[in-house]
Every structure is written in structure tokens, then in C-alpha cells.
């Protein structure tokens, strides 16, 4: 069954100091099971909606921004409240044109399914993968098939990209 989600998408952080907006659809949603997720998110994974870089516009506040090392090596960024420390999105440097939009910010969360998992070698060992997963034990080389995957659950409509993507 194929959702339907209309644009733009809106979230924000914990306590409100920072709000967004996305004007084009998300590229794909996957879980990452790396350490770094796991400590950012303070959970088993993180739940990344994969967005172009320019589509993101905050509309209340301003973000701060951290680095640091990601586990495959890579110079990582995250705009995160400076008043609660809620991450929004991160980025790498230098840039691939995408963000990794922390969809627990969204306010609707309920359509965002993960179209796959990485990282699934630091994953905690009780977490249950579903038969059919698409599964990376470290980065992916290839997002394609989590990409088709989350491209045919869901379709989004209104704002001024949905209908050129």
C-alpha cells in the first residue's frame, strides 16, 4: 500500500526554538545502526529521511552545528537546538547534496517506514530485521535498492517540487 504525503514537510525540535520545513520529497528513509546513531539518538538506531541539501529551510531559530568522525571515516555535521540539543539533520563534508533529516523531528512521523538498515553490524543484538530487509552491514556503496523501495511506498503531493520529482 502506497502512502500519500503532502507537501512541504514540517517538524522541529524538542522544545519548539527550531523549526523547518522540507519543500521536495525525501529521496529515501532507511535505519542506521551505526554507534554514532545510536548515541546521538539514544537508541538502538536512528531513523534518517534522506533529503536533498537545498530543501531544507528553517523557519524559527537559527541551528548550531557540530562535527565529527562517522564510523566509515567520513567528516560528518549536525544542526541540532541549541536551547534542548535535539539534532535535526546532518550533513558531510565535503558535500554529496543530501542531508540525513532526523525524521523523529517531523511532526507527522507515521508514514516514515525505513526502506532499509546499515550499519547492521554494530545493531543491537535483540533488534529483529524483517525477512525481506535490505541490509548493509557498514555504508552502502549503493542506495539504489533502499531508494526503489521507499519510492514505490509512498508519493507526495503539494508544494512547489512534489510535482516536477
Same mark, same amino acid.
Given at each position: 500500500?502506497?502512502?500519500?504525503?503532502?507537501?512541504?514537510l514540517?517538524?522541529?525540535?524538542?522544545?519548539g526554538a527550531l523549526?523547518?520545513?522540507?519543500t521536495?520529497?525525501?529521496?529515501?528513509?532507511?535505519?542506521?545502526?551505526?554507534?554514532?546513531?545510536? &548515541?546521538?539518538s539514544?537508541? !538502538?538506531? =536512528?531513523?534518517?529521511?534522506? %533529503?536533498?541539501?537545498? *530543501? #531544507?529551510?528553517?523557519?524559527?531559530?537559527?541551528?548550531?552545528?557540530v562535527t565529527?568522525?562517522?564510523?566509515?571515516?567520513?567528516?560528518?555535521?549536525?544542526?541540532?537546538?541549541?536551547? &534542548?540539543?535535539?539534532?535535526? !539533520?546532518? =550533513?558531510?563534508?565535503?558535500? %554529496?547534496?543530501?542531508? *540525513? #533529516?532526523?525524521?523523529?523531528t517531523?511532526?507527522?512521523?507515521s508514514?516514515?517506514?525505513?526502506?532499509?538498515?546499515?550499519?547492521?553490524?554494530?545493531?543491537?543484538?535483540?533488534f529483529?530485521?524483517e525477512?525481506?530487509?535490505?541490509?548493509?552491514?557498514?555504508?552502502p556503496?549503493?542506495?539504489v535498492?533502499i531508494?526503489?523501495?521507499?519510492?514505490?511506498?509512498?508519493?507526495?503531493?503539494?508544494?512547489p517540487?512534489?510535482?516536477?520529482?
Open positions: 500500500m502506497t502512502q500519500k504525503v503532502t507537501l512541504p514540517t517538524g522541529g525540535c524538542q522544545c523549526r523547518y520545513r522540507v521536495s520529497p525525501p529521496v529515501m528513509s532507511y535505519a542506521c545502526h551505526c554507534t554514532n546513531c545510536q &548515541c546521538i539514544g537508541s !538502538a538506531f =536512528g531513523l534518517v529521511a534522506g %533529503i536533498k541539501e537545498g *530543501s #531544507l529551510e528553517f523557519t524559527t531559530g537559527k541551528p548550531e552545528r565529527w568522525q562517522s564510523d566509515a571515516g567520513n567528516e560528518r555535521y549536525g544542526s541540532y537546538c541549541v536551547a &534542548c540539543g535535539c539534532r535535526i !539533520a546532518h =550533513g558531510q563534508t565535503p558535500s %554529496i547534496g543530501l542531508l *540525513s #533529516l532526523r525524521a523523529g517531523l511532526d507527522d512521523r508514514w516514515i517506514v525505513p526502506a532499509g538498515h546499515t550499519w547492521t553490524r554494530s545493531a543491537q543484538p535483540w529483529q530485521f525477512d525481506d530487509a535490505i541490509l548493509w552491514k557498514e555504508q556503496t549503493d542506495y535498492p531508494i526503489q523501495r521507499f519510492q514505490a511506498s509512498v508519493t507526495f503531493e503539494g508544494g517540487q512534489a510535482d516536477a520529482e
